[in-house]
C-alpha cells in the first residue's frame, strides 16, 4: 500500500509539474481560452471560493498597495529633505546677518524650535577658563568637567549620538526645563578639536534613534562651528 500511495503521490507530482510548465511555456493560454478564467474557482484564505480572474485582481490590489506606500514614503523623504534644506539655508542668512556669540545662539534656538518642531535645545560651550565657567555656568563647561565622560564619542571622535538621554546627559543640557526629553541627539561643535555639544531633544522617544540619518546635524554641525568659533574664549 505504501509503494502504491507513493507512485501516485509522484505521478501527481509530475502531472502537476507538467502543467505549470506548459503554461509558462503557454503564456497565452488562458487568452486563448477566457471562459476557463471565469469557470475555474479558486479557494481564498478566507474559505471562499473566487475566480482566476477575481484571484488575480486581488492580488494586483495587494501589490499596487505596497508600491504606494513606497511611493509615499519617498515623496515624504523627498518633501522632508527640501524642509531641513529650507532651514540651514535660512539659518545660514540669519547668522550673516548677526554679531556676537548671544544673537547666534539665540538665532539657532529660534530655527531649531520654530522651524524644526524641536521640544528642547541647548548649546554647552567646552573651555578651560575656569572664570567664565563660573561666571556663564549655564552656558560653559570646564574642559575637566567630569559630566563630559558622558559624551566623550561625540568629544573625542566628533561623532553625532541619537537615541534616548540619560539623567546625566539630560542634566548637563536641560536642567533647566520642567521635564527631560524622550529622545534626543548630541552634536559636537568641531573642527580640528570639539569645543561644543549642540543638545536636542524630542518629546517623541521614537524621533532621535540610533538607525537614523544624520546628514543634517552635520551640516547643522558644521554651520554652527563656523559661526560660534571666532567668538569662542579659551
Known sequence: MTTQANAKQTESLVDEQQVIDFLIANPDFFIKNAHLLTDMDIRHETGTAVSLVERQISLLRGRNSHFENKLNEMVDAVHDNQRLNASLQRLAINLFM???????????????????????????????????????????????????????????????QCGRFTTEQAQLFFASESEKPGSGAVVPIADAETYGLIGLGSKDEQHYHPGMGTDFLQHLSDLVSASIKPYLKK
Open 98 to 160: 548677526v554679531d556676537g556669540l548671544d544673537d547666534i545662539i539665540a538665532s539657532i534656538d529660534d530655527e531649531i524650535r520654530n522651524n524644526l518642531n524641536t521640544d528642547f535645545f541647548s548649546i554647552v560651550l567646552i573651555t578651560e577658563d575656569a572664570d567664565l565657567v563660573e561666571q556663564q555656568a549655564e552656558r560653559y563647561v570646564h574642559v575637566d568637567d567630569e559630566r563630559l565622560e558622558e559624551f566623550r564619542a561625540s568629544i573625542d571622535e566628533k561623532r553625532i
